[in-house]
């Protein structure tokens, strides 16, 4: 697999920290605390799955920005096509390949690569390949990341375990944010990865 460079990830993390700060509001500093992470510790939010580490939270700076990595796992989706109606994303590639489904355009995303994605722009993402993927994900405002912690504790709550079950608890989970789901978009390369629909 190929990977991308630490300093290529710093030199987007320093572009992406000084797009974020232009729109933070007014608060006390002593409100906020600077923390260090690293990539793949502490302890994951296993959605569909797959490890999510939240390194920034909503709450964490004045911006509001949450920052999280995921572990895409081989033959796999990631996200089926879907509209933010209120966050931003940005998506860096760090390892693996993905595809991105952008609008009705599929983008294949080596190592290196960083997607800008704003609110109303359809997207999706999914991982065809026999390596895993992983990926750092910036979302504006971040709140939005409480999403992965509600859908983990639906599925527990109701013992759901087929691939059917959990779509429709993501699917409700995504509208109560303000996502809209649309499977009808889904490109060849992504269908293939989905189990067969049930006899």
């Known amino acids: 697999m190929k990977k991308v460079t ?43 799955g797959r490890p999510i580490y939240q390194h920034v939270k909503a ?17 796999s989706l990631g996200a089926p096509p879907h509209t933010h109606t209120n966050e931003d994303e940005i998506f860096i590639v760090l390892d693996g390949t993905v595809h991105f489904l952008n609008g009705t355009d599929e983008v294949i995303a080596e190592p290196g690569t960083v997607a800008s994605l704003p609110r109303n722009n359809q997207h999706g993402f999914w991982n065809p390949y026999d390596e895993p993927a992983q990926l750092l994900v910036l979302v504006a405002p971040g709140h939005f990341q409480e999403f992965f912690g509600a859908v983990e504790a639906a599925v527990k709550e109701s013992g759901a375990t087929s691939p059917q079950d959990i779509g429709a608890i993501i699917g409700r989970e995504a509208a109560k944010k303000g996502v809209m789901i649309d499977m009808s978009d889904l490109p060849p390369s992504a269908l293939a990865l989905l189990p067969p629909p049930p006899q």
């Open 6 to 48: 630490l300093s290529a990830v710093v030199g987007v993390a320093a572009l992406l920290a000084t797009s974020v700060f232009a729109h933070q509001h007014e608060s006390s500093h002593d409100e906020y605390h600077a923390t260090f992470t690293k990539l793949g510790e502490g302890k994951p939010i296993i959605y569909t």
């Open 59 to 75: 709450g964490d700076l004045p911006s509001e920005i949450g920052l999280f990595e995921e572990i895409l796992p081989a033959k």
